[in-house]
């Protein structure tokens, strides 16, 4: 049907020329939910802000007969890996809320027209829904208030008759809508359930008067304010663990709404609605990929005492139109125990500064914690092992391997957070993959000076210290301080497994289990304008256990008859017990290499 008045309504040539010769309005590359009406589409191209929430494509639809390839499994730990290895594919995802809303109270208004006056509810109603298209174009928050936020919501609404499947419906739509011309609602409150979690409250929305042109490709800006409210914090809670375990393979969600409408100077009364759709695992939000611009660690002071502070910036990506102000944020940085089933270790409190969101721009993050002692089940040893939980968090940091911390809402939050954000947040534990720092040069120049080699007693029993060579000397280590550590650290005890070399042949192993008492001293690293530590400590008569018998002789016979210095290379894994504003803790298995001359 042309927009024409003086066209005819049901002249099939020429609906048919018309519908051919329309130029197509441009859809999302990613279907925004699938209808429980057996809907199905497929990805076009377009803009992603284009697609209809409440409808899909209509390029290819499913009408019962079809298969469903739209349900693609994706887990908790995929999404979370986005974090760091730059997320899933940029696939179009429905996450639109705010577009819900409004598509809600439009859809009753239309259906309401159609139905009251020119055609039947159910032609009313397909048309409706598969005709609108709603455009989100900009989403701010004004506000956080005491149960929720105020936003303010534009976007483009219109009438697109091509995108309705059957002609029938099609032409009594358009001629409906064209005679109706506009529709205004009256102000409407929009409640939304799931109806898969016993239909708990997701939320709801005051709507104000809204009127649009539901003639066909005529286009209304809109441009309203909304108070949304959270509904049932724990449902919600319970919502955001599934997600977070992988266990949410789909999300049906019920818009329920009363609006009373006109048109011109006709009351039409007031219309329910009861809308459904399907989102699938793939079109559930996912988290912003980030990045970590900076981390450093400092000595700070806090409520009279003093601990450790770090710094972190990150920098997350934002595509979406949105404008808000976050306020402060306070949450704790969890570490696993040594059992599965043991409860987290609360090892810093965060806090985050206000931060600003501006549309389709990254988002600077800068959070800050302090430690001001480390609990005593962080730096115990676990029953039947050597290693503590912090030791198995630094191990895994040192390494370069990625480090899985946890966050979870604070129980003493910050006073600019409002209270119902504080209770859904209390319980819900989010992991947080940490990409690692490898340190393969951290202890730079791994040295024995003074050495005294001492050979095996002939005359000792088999396997005593006696009947192995005994090494003494000076161990020094050039440790490169990291850049993000800015406190001050001192080196108490070292101790070491270490492999012994001749000529590039394993000769033995150097037996330096035992803790050694050591000192440190701030240095500046050769040739480099960077700070250092040098730690020191005196070795005597550690014993060598020989792997290899002729490589053993051969230095022997080096050392005794030779007239330069034997060269021994070392290769070893170090302890060290450092002391820091946090107390006592070790740092183990640091890799260093190094060479020993003996003369």
């Given at each position: ?277 399907v989102f699938k695992a793939n079109q559930i939000p996912v988290m912003p990929k980030y990045k970590i611009s900076h981390l450093g660690f400092s000595e700070g002071e806090r409520d009279g005492g003093k601990g450790m502070v770090a710094n972190v910036s990150l920098a997350l990506e934002n ?281």
């Open positions: 049907m042309s927009d024409d008045p003086q066209a005819p309504l049901l002249g099939e040539t020429k609906a048919q020329q018309s519908n051919t010769n329309r130029p197509r309005s441009q859809r999302s590359a990613s279907p925004n939910g699938s209808r429980t009406s057996k809907k199905s589409s497929k990805p076009s191209a377009g803009s992603e802000e284009s697609a209809p929430l409440l409808s899909g494509n209509v390029d290819h639809r499913n009408y019962g007969d079809a298969p469903d390839h739209e349900n693609v499994p994706s887990t908790a730990e995929s999404t979370l890996r986005s974090l760091q290895e730059g997320g899933s594919k940029k696939g179009k995802h429905s996450r639109r809320w705010p577009s819900i809303i409004a598509l809600t109270v439009l859809t009753v208004v239309l259906v309401a027209i159609l139905g009251l006056g020119f055609a039947a509810p159910e032609v009313a109603e397909q048309y409706a829904k598969e005709a609108m298209v709603f455009e989100l174009t900009d989403l701010s928050i004004d506000s956080f208030t005491s149960s929720g936020v105020r936003a303010r919501i534009q976007g483009d609404f219109r009438m697109d008759a091509s995108r309705v499947h059957k002609k029938p419906v099609r032409d009594l739509g358009r001629a409906g809508t064209w005679i109706a011309r506009a529709v205004e609602s009256k102000p409407t409150k929009v409640e939304v359930y799931l109806p898969e979690y016993g239909n708990v409250l997701l939320g709801s929305a005051d709507v104000p008067p809204i009127t649009v042109d539901i003639r066909n490709g005529h286009t209304t800006h809109l441009d309203f304010v909304s108070d949304l409210t959270a509904g049932d914090l724990g449902g919600i809670r319970r919502i955001a663990n599934d997600w977070l375990d992988g266990r949410l393979g789909q999300l049906r969600v019920r818009g329920n709404a009363k609006v009373s409408i006109k048109s011109g100077l006709f009351n039409l009364g007031t219309q329910t609605l009861s809308d459904e759709i595509e979406y139109p949105v404008d808000l102000e976050i306020p402060r944020f306070q949450f704790d940085i969890l570490v696993p125990g040594c059992l599965v089933d043991e409860d987290f270790l609360v090892l810093a409190e965060a806090t985050t500064a206000e931060t600003q969101v501006r549309p389709k721009t990254d988002v600077n993050v800068e959070v800050s914690g302090f430690v001001q002692e480390l609990p005593e089940t962080l730096i115990t040893a676990c029953p039947d092992t050597l290693t503590s939980p912090i030791d198995r968090l630094l191990g895994s940091y040192i390494e370069g391997g990625e480090t899985l911390v946890y966050v979870r809402g604070s129980n003493s939050p910050s006073p600019d957070t409002p209270e119902w954000i504080t209770t859904f947040m209390k319980d819900i534990v989010v992991p947080v993959p940490f990409p690692g720092h490898e340190f393969k040069d951290l202890i730079r120049n791994f040295t024995l000076a003074d050495v005294h080699f001492g050979l095996p007693d002939p005359f000792a029993s088999p396997g005593s210290p006696k009947s192995k060579p005994r090494i003494s000397a000076i161990v020094k280590a050039l440790i490169d301080l990291p850049d993000e550590i800015k406190f001050p650290i001192d080196v108490a005890q070292v101790r070491a497994d270490s492999d012994v070399y001749y000529k590039e042949k394993k000769l033995g192993e150097l037996d330096l289990s035992k803790w050694q008492h050591a000192n440190s001293t701030r240095t500046i690293l050769p040739n480099e304008d960077q700070e250092g530590l040098l730690v020191q400590s005196i070795v005597k008569d550690a014993p060598l256990d020989i792997t290899d018998d002729d490589v053993f002789a051969d230095m022997v016979q080096a050392l005794v008859f030779g007239t330069k210095p034997v060269v021994l290379g070392v290769k070893a894994k170090v302890d060290v017990e450092t002391k820091t504003v946090l107390g006592k803790f070790v740092v183990r298995d640091v890799p260093a290499k190094g060479k020993v001359f003996v003369k």
